[in-house]
């Protein structure tokens, strides 16, 4: 996930020094997890109202947990707001549109994407398709336009690529 956040970023010609943030973010995106119940984690079926509403407690407990280190505090927001919608349907302060931070509307759309295209407890993967699917559907409503447009060009140049590797 922070190697496609990363990618993205890259590819949107955003400041190097930003992007070794947004990486940073990609990695500590979850750690607010930390203090989530393991069952609920990794609990085979659905999680109902309730459950849901403790798991959406990590972006929020992720930030509380690094709220004290300094050379953080850039990018604790990309943490703390990762799970916003651009329509205002995200967690956990509904923010809209600009109010959420580019770097968390790139981790919202990288971490997106990986869920959607990783087995997870509770399902298996959608797949490739699904997932690009899903970004097409959603983009400008729950999740930024410009960064899905970015990541599909990071995608399809990476398919180019592939293609043209020698097969063993």
Known sequence: MSHYAELIASEMSIDEEEIKGIRLAGLLHDIGKIGTYDYLLDKPGRLNNEEFDIVKKHPEQGAAILKDIKQLNDVI??????????????????LKGDQIPLGARILHVADSFDSMTSDRPYRPSPGLDFALSELEKFKGIQFDHEVVEAFLRV??????WSARMPSE
């Open 77 to 94: 927001p990309f943490i703390q707001y990762h799970h916003e919608k651009l329509d205002g349907n995200g967690y956990p302060h509904r």
């Open 155 to 160: 995608l399809r140049k990476s398919l180019e």
